[in-house]
Every structure is written in structure tokens, then in C-alpha cells.
Nanobody, 114 residues
Framework: QVQLVESGGGSVQPGGSLTLSCTASSRISDLVIMGWYRQPPGGQREFVAS???????KSADSVKGRFNVFRNHAENKVYLQMNSLKSEDTAVYYCYAVWTQSYWGQGTQVTVSS
């Protein structure tokens, strides 16, 4: 069983930055994929970005060039660095990991508003 705990959410103005972190209870080098999904108000959960244990990254077109996902093995964390935030980035952000199955965190709220 893998437990994931997110932190770093909050409120920010458009154009601002936030960095989310996700701490895993297992050694992250064992986790084949780690990344982030988000669910906007009234919307469906959607893929944001992921990074494999071989450091191969993917991201949604809507966040390319603005968001960066990366692992810190020493801290056992995965991060989502978010720049140039827009109001449409407002959502609950969920960390996930894939090992023998998929695991999810509880989510952290990100609100982008002036």
C-alpha cells in the first residue's frame, strides 16, 4: 500500500506561481509513474503531468511551458511547479502514483483569482 500526501495548495493571483509537493510512503524509485491530475469546479478529473522512474515526462497541452513536474528522490517527493497561473487552472490537484496499482492522494485546492 502506498500513501500519498499533497501540500502547497492555496490562492494566488493570475500570473503568479505555486509549487505543489506530494510525499510518498514508499521509495519513489519503486513507483513507475508519479504525477498529477486536477478536477476543476463542476468538471471532470483531467491529466496534468507525469514523470516516470526513468525521468520521462508528459504534460497536458494546456499546461505545457508553464508547469514542470519533477521527482526528488532524496526527499521521496514529486513536485508540480506551476508558473503563469490562469483562472482556468483553478482546481483540486491530486497526486497519483503507479506501482502494482494506482494510488491517489486526497487532493489540494489551488485557486487562481484576482
Amino acid at each position: 500500500q502506498v500513501q500519498l500526501v499533497e501540500s502547497g495548495g492555496g490562492s494566488v493571483q493570475p500570473g503568479g506561481s505555486l509549487t505543489l509537493s506530494c510525499t510518498a510512503s514508499s521509495r519513489i524509485s519503486d513507483l513507475v509513474i508519479m504525477g498529477w491530475y486536477r478536477q476543476p469546479p463542476g468538471g471532470q478529473r483531467e491529466f496534468v503531468a507525469s514523470v516516470t522512474n526513468m525521468d520521462v515526462k508528459k504534460s497536458a497541452d494546456s499546461v505545457k511551458g508553464r508547469f514542470n513536474v519533477f521527482r526528488n528522490h532524496a526527499e521521496n517527493k514529486v513536485y508540480l511547479q506551476m508558473n503563469s497561473l490562469k483562472s482556468e487552472d483553478t482546481a483540486v490537484y491530486y497526486c497519483y502514483a503507479v506501482w502494482t496499482q494506482s494510488y491517489w492522494g486526497q487532493g489540494t485546492q489551488v485557486t487562481v483569482s484576482s
